[in-house]
T-cell receptor, first 113, second 112 residues
Framework: EAQVTQNPRYLITVTGKKLTVTCSQNMNHEYMSWYRQDPGLGLRQIYY???????DKGDVPEGYKVSRKEKRNFPLILESPSPNQTSLYFCASPPRGVGSPLHFGNGTRLTVT | GQQLNQSPQSMFIQEGEDVSMNCTSSSIFNTWLWYKQEPGEGPVLLIALYKAGELTSNGRLTAQFGITRKDSFLNISASIPSDVGIYFC????????????FGAGTRLTVKP
C-alpha cells in the first residue's frame, strides 16, 4: 500500500529551538513536497524536491529548510522556529509522478510558543 | 503565488440536500483535482479531471473540468452526515507542472 509517513503527529516547542519533521514514502517516487495548512488559506507549498539532491522553493519557504539525501526521505527543518510557523504541515508525494494527484501524509500539528 | 478561488468558504446544509462548490483561476490548468479532508487526517483524493469539459462521477459526487480550463465544480447529491469535512480543489497551472495549487477549502457541515 502506497504510504507517506510523517512524524511526529503533534509537536509543541519554543521559539528558536531547532526541530525536524520527518517524512518518508514507500513508493520509490522522485517527487516529494511539503505544505502548510492554515485556516482560510488552504494548503501552501513550502518546498518540493524533484529527485535526490534536487530541491526548490515553493510559495512560502522562508524559515524552512529541507534536504533530500535519499529518495525515500524528505525532512522539513525549522532552524529557529517562530510563532508564525504554528501550523498544520503535510508531506505529499504523487504516486503517478509530477503533476499527478498527491498522496498526503496524516499531518504534523506544530505549535511554537 | 497564484491561488485558486474556491467558494463558498463554508456550507451548513440539511441531510439529503445537494451541495455545489466551485473553483476558479485566472490561469489555465492542466488538471483539476478535488480532495476531502476529515479531522486529523490528510486530504484524500476524490476525483481527478484531465480534459476540458470532462464530467466525472464518484458515487454521489460529480465534478466537471470547465471548458475554459480555468474553473471546476464539485456537486454532492443527497448529502449524508459522513460528507462532513473540508473540500479542496487543486491543480497544477499549465505554466508549471511541478506546482500543485490549492483552493482555500469549503467547510461542509451536514445536519442530520
Amino acid at each position: 500500500e502506497a504510504q507517506v509517513t510523517q512524524n511526529p503527529r503533534y509537536l509543541i516547542t519554543v521559539t528558536g529551538k531547532k526541530l525536524t519533521v520527518t517524512c518518508s514514502q514507500n513508493m520509490n517516487h522522485e517527487y516529494m513536497s511539503w505544505y502548510r495548512q492554515d485556516p482560510g488559506l488552504g494548503l501552501r507549498q513550502i518546498y518540493y524536491s524533484m529527485n535526490v539532491e534536487v530541491t526548490d522553493k515553493g510559495d512560502v519557504p522562508e524559515g524552512y529548510k529541507v534536504s533530500r539525501k535519499e529518495k525515500r526521505n524528505f525532512p522539513l527543518i525549522l532552524e529557529s522556529p517562530s510563532p508564525n510557523q504554528t501550523s498544520l504541515y503535510f508531506c505529499a508525494s504523487p504516486p503517478r509522478g509530477v503533476g499527478s494527484p498527491l498522496h498526503f501524509g496524516n499531518g504534523t500539528r506544530l505549535t511554537v510558543t | 503565488g497564484q491561488q485558486l478561488n474556491q467558494s463558498p468558504q463554508s456550507m451548513f446544509i440539511q441531510e439529503g440536500e445537494d451541495v455545489s462548490m466551485n473553483c476558479t483561476s485566472s490561469s489555465i490548468f492542466n488538471t483539476w483535482l478535488w480532495y476531502k479532508q476529515e479531522p486529523g487526517e490528510g486530504p484524500v483524493l476524490l476525483i481527478a479531471l484531465y480534459k476540458a469539459g470532462e464530467l466525472t462521477s464518484n458515487g454521489r459526487l460529480t465534478a466537471q473540468f470547465g471548458i475554459t480550463r480555468k474553473d471546476s465544480f464539485l456537486n454532492i447529491s443527497a448529502s449524508i452526515p459522513s460528507d462532513v469535512g473540508i473540500y479542496f480543489c487543486a491543480g497544477p497551472p499549465i505554466f508549471n507542472n511541478n506546482d500543485m495549487r490549492f483552493g482555500a477549502g469549503t467547510r461542509l457541515t451536514v445536519k442530520p
